[in-house]
């Protein structure tokens, strides 16, 4: 990966992409460090920090920190995202938007992007007011009594940093290097590291101090700490063995995402031969690949806004005292109990499944291959090629929805051994940032290639 880097970068052409991708994500990072006006940002990221296990801790990490700070790409690129996800569920389900998609060619596929564009506006200023609802009901905001104009002015804030972010993405795919959403959404996690790593530092000191007996609960109550602030300084704590095994950890699931990343299962495929005037065509061998993980983090993403959903309404509604039923019933729901991994793992199964049906169609790869003379070797063209190429889909959609609920079970898991407060990076985190990293330098190496051929032919 260095040494690909290191050659593009002698190369003028790669050279000015990547310098432009690297100002952009600078650009990305000055507006993330830009706050919104009329918003305690200090009460605002102690509310987020207590609410860390329902979906605004999701969003909090997809943006980097930018959304606990309420920075002007708080929002980031979320919108798009969501967008996306949902206009490619329409194009299935929706008439115009198919034909669109499989007939309109380039037209076709600017109408979407039109659309798409469209909906990344409209999700925007849904999710600024309901952010700017959240701070007012939460008196997160830095005045009293918030008029129209304090309104207007978090909510448009919000909305025109999501679509600056989602107009910078797109200026990196076309001028840049990689998928300029992706890597967008790559240097907003990538941001956090940071963060995790001065907090194992503290944690380290902190379990140092108590084991020396000179941090304790009472001599931090009697430095000026409240009892529970003083209770989350000791809770931080980390011994020097369970930064050892978040390390090797992390280190196990890119080499396990890395390996899953470009496994695919191959289906030969066999032309046979026809005769077109004095021509003959066809005879080749081939194969049809199906990747095992063709749905990408989409099962992961949804399977947890969903699962943590009884946890973000019990912290709306409220929780009540120790020892009450909606007490028990929130620690029952908590995103940390046994019945949210297993719920969590279920929906990331299904959801595998949906996606790998929208993506993959049998009757339509079987349908192409029969139009254009191939066939699978001991398959009869039709039902049986269907029947085949569906059960085999159904065995890799298999084994690629335990890889993701691995992925996505193994920091929880490691949150049960080590303090949930040390692993800012989740399983979904992980595989965003390997998948991009993987993804960009496929992107230098391809272009660097086609250069080649184009000197060549030159």
């Known amino acids: 990966m260095i040494q690909t880097v290191r050659k593009a970068w002698g190369i003028p052409e790669l050279r000015r992409k990547i310098i432009f991708t690297l100002l952009i994500l600078l650009i990305y990072r ?21 609410q860390s296990t329902t979906i605004l801790g999701l969003f909090d990490v997809m943006s980097g920190g930018a959304f606990a700070q309420a920075t002007v790409f708080a929002l980031s690129i979320q919108p798009y995202i969501n967008a996306q996800i949902i206009i490619q569920l329409l194009t299935v389900a929706v008439p115009y938007l198919e034909r669109l998609q499989k007939d309109g060619g380039e037209e076709g596929r600017k109408k979407i992007q039109s659309i798409t564009r469209y909906s990344t506006v409209a999700i925007a200023l849904l999710q600024a007011f309901g952010y700017y609802m959240i701070m007012k009901r939460y008196g997160l905001l830095a005045v009293d009594d918030p008029t129209i104009w304090t309104a207007l ?11 600056f972010v989602m107009w910078m993405g797109e200026q990196v795919t076309e001028f840049g290097v990689g998928n300029g959403i992706s890597i ?16 194992l ?7 140092s101090g108590v084991k020396n007996g000179t941090i304790s609960l009472d001599s931090l109550t009697s430095a000026g700490y409240t009892q529970t602030a003083a209770q989350n300084v000791l809770d931080k704590a980390v011994a020097p063995w369970g930064v050892a095994f978040i390390i090797i950890g992390i280190l196990a699931l890119i080499v396990f995402i890395v390996f899953i990343n470009d496994a695919e299962r191959r289906l030969p495929v066999q032309y046979a031969k026809r005769q077109v005037g004095r021509k003959m065509y066809g005879g080749q061998s081939t194969h049809l690949p199906m990747k095992v993980n063709m749905s990408g983090v989409l099962p992961i993403i949804f399977a947890q806004s969903i699962a ?39 929906l990331i199964i299904g959801f595998s499944y949906f996606y790998s049906t929208i993506q993959f169609n049998p009757v339509e ?7 254009q003379g191939g066939f699978i070797p001991g398959f009869r063209p039709g039902k049986p090629t269907v029947d085949f190429i569906r059960k085999v889909l159904n065995k890799v959609t298999l084994f690629g929805a335990i890889y993701l609920g691995i992925v996505a079970m193994c920091p929880l898991v490691a949150g049960k051994v080590v303090s949930n407060y040390h692993l800012s990076i989740g399983g ?16 230098l190496e391809s272009q660097m290639l086609m250069r080649q051929y184009k000197g060549f032919l030159e």
């Open 308 to 346: 943590s959903l009884p946890a973000t309404v019990m912290a709306f509604t409220g929780v009540g005292e120790k020892g009450t039923f909606s007490y028990a019933l929130a620690n029952f729901l908590d995103t940390k109990s046994l019945l949210y991994m297993v719920v969590y793992f279920i």
């Open 184 to 199: 967008i959404l790559f240097a907003g996690i990538l941001s956090r590291v940071p963060t995790m790593i001065s907090g």
């Open 428 to 443: 979904t985190s992980v595989i965003i940032i390997v998948g991009v990293a993987l993804e960009t330098v496929k992107a």
């Open 201 to 207: 530092i503290t944690g380290v000191h902190t379990w």
């Open 365 to 371: 790869i079987a349908n192409n291959l029969k139009k």
């Open 30 to 50: 000055i507006g993330n460090a830009i706050t919104v006006p009329y918003v305690n940002t200090t009460l605002l990221a102690s509310y987020l920090n207590s």
């Open 153 to 163: 002015v978090i909510i448009v804030s919000f909305m025109a940093g999501s679509s």
